[in-house]
Structure formats: structure tokens, C-alpha cells
T-cell receptor
Framework: AQKITQTQPGMFVQEKEAVTLDCTYD???????LFWYKQPSSGEMIFLIY??????QNATEGRYSLNFQKARKSANLVISASQLGDSAMYFC?????????????FGGGTRLMVKP | EAGVAQSPRYKIIEKRQSVAFWCNPI?????LYWYQQILGQGPKLLIQ????????DSQLPKDRFSAERLKGVDSTLKIQPAKLEDSAVYLC?????????????FGQGTRLTVV
């Protein structure tokens, strides 16, 4: 079974509008972390936001917020006020267990295209 | 703070040739990962080191891929002999495992094309 599922291969959003990128995960470990990364066409993976499984509040980082619904095992990324520079691939990833050195498992990604 | 350094950025080789990639992680990061990212897919872990020891290499095709991190700092990933399906971006990442929740930092990757 897929551990991380991103069901939207591609998304369009109008500049200055908000957009939600979906991510669902599967784990039986009570301790885990969820990450979102951005990958522009240049190829580097840029860390955006992190949510721990025991965190009570949804994570926020500037224009990025994570809509964490633990019972539904979803960790959607919300980008507010989209900018042209947000056009990129976005990957959801999960680390299972307490060890912060454990591997990240990635989803298949969502390509976001921001329209001017 | 310097980021994760990888070289070369691009490499084109013929099938059955060998190739090596180099990675220098962020200073002080004990954990180093090599990921393979095939076009249109998410990264897939090939091997993970903790200092100079292997933590996980279950997805490394050991008949042709090898990796080492001799002094617990920089690392090399080798493919010998290469196949057409090895065409991908090879990403190196590092993290500081003693801090809970810390993210992995990625290099810019090496784009390998096997022809």
C-alpha cells in the first residue's frame, strides 16, 4: 500500500488566490512527522513546513499552512495568496517513528501552476 | 551555513558504463541519504547512512549500485554498469538526527542520462 498519496497530478490557481494541495498518508506508528517540500524546475527540494503527529495545532509558516486531520490521515498544504514563483512541484513526505534521522517517504507530487 | 553540495550536476553516459556521484552534507549532519527521482515521480530512498554506517539499503540495487561514506562526512554513489532505467536525478540529503522533527536538507541533485 502507498504510504503517501497525492491524488492531484496537476493544479492551476489564479495569482493571489489560495490553493489546497491534498495529501493522505498511511501508517500504524503513533509517532510520525509530515513534511511538505517544493521542487522548482531547477531541481532542488525546498523544505516548506512540518507537522508532528502529536502537535495539537496546525503548522503555519508564512503563506503556508498545513491542514492536519489526524483521524482522516490527511495533511493538506494550503498556500494563501499564490504568487507566480509558487509554480513548482510539491511533494508530501512522511517520517515514521521517533528518530528524527529516519528516512522520508515521498508521495508522487502535485504540479502547481499559477496563472497571472 | 553551506548547503548540501553535489557533483556533477549533469552526466550523460552510455549503457554499461560506470558513473560516480559525490555528496558533501551540511557540516555536523550525521545522517546522509541518497534518493533516486525518476522523471514525474517522487524521490525514492536508495540508501541511508548514520555517520559511516549503513542504516537502510533495502531499496539499493546492490548488483549494480554501491555507496560509501568512509569518514562519516562526504559520500559517493556508484553505478556499474548503468542501465537505461537508471536515468534519473540522484538527490543527496542530510539531517541532524538529534533534533526532533528536523527536516532533511537536499542538494541540487545530479541529473543522469543513460543512452
Amino acid at each position: 500500500a502507498q504510504k503517501i498519496t497525492q491524488t492531484q497530478p496537476g493544479m492551476f490557481v489564479q495569482e493571489k488566490e489560495a490553493v489546497t494541495l491534498d495529501c493522505t498518508y498511511d501508517t500504524s506508528d503513533p509517532s510520525y512527522g509530515l513534511f511538505w517540500y517544493k521542487q522548482p524546475s531547477s531541481g532542488e527540494m525546498i523544505f516548506l513546513i512540518y507537522q508532528g503527529s502529536y502537535d495539537q495545532q496546525n503548522a503555519t509558516e508564512g503563506r503556508y499552512s498545513l491542514n492536519f486531520q489526524k483521524a482522516r490521515k490527511s495533511a493538506n498544504l494550503v498556500i494563501s495568496a499564490s504568487q507566480l514563483g509558487d509554480s513548482a512541484m510539491y511533494f508530501c513526505a512522511m517520517r515514521e517513528g521517533d528518530n528524527a534521522g529516519n528516512m522520508l517517504t515521498f508521495g508522487g507530487g502535485t504540479r502547481l501552476m499559477v496563472k497571472p | 551555513e553551506a548547503g548540501v553540495a553535489q557533483s556533477p550536476r549533469y552526466k550523460i553516459i552510455e549503457k554499461r558504463q560506470s558513473v560516480a556521484f559525490w555528496c558533501n552534507p551540511i557540516s555536523g549532519h550525521a545522517t546522509l541519504y541518497w534518493y533516486q527521482q525518476i522523471l514525474g515521480q517522487g524521490p525514492k530512498l536508495l540508501i541511508q547512512f548514520q555517520n559511516n554506517g549503513v542504516v537502510d539499503d533495502s531499496q539499493l540495487p546492490k548488483d549494480r549500485f554501491s555507496a560509501e561514506r568512509l569518514k562519516g562526512v562526504d559520500s559517493t554513489l556508484k553505478i556499474q554498469p548503468a542501465k537505461l532505467e537508471d536515468s534519473a536525478v540522484y538527490l543527496c540529503a542530510s539531517s541532524y538526527p538529534d533534533r526532533g522533527g528536523t527536516e532533511a536538507f537536499f542538494g541540487q541533485g545530479t541529473r543522469l542520462t543513460v543512452v
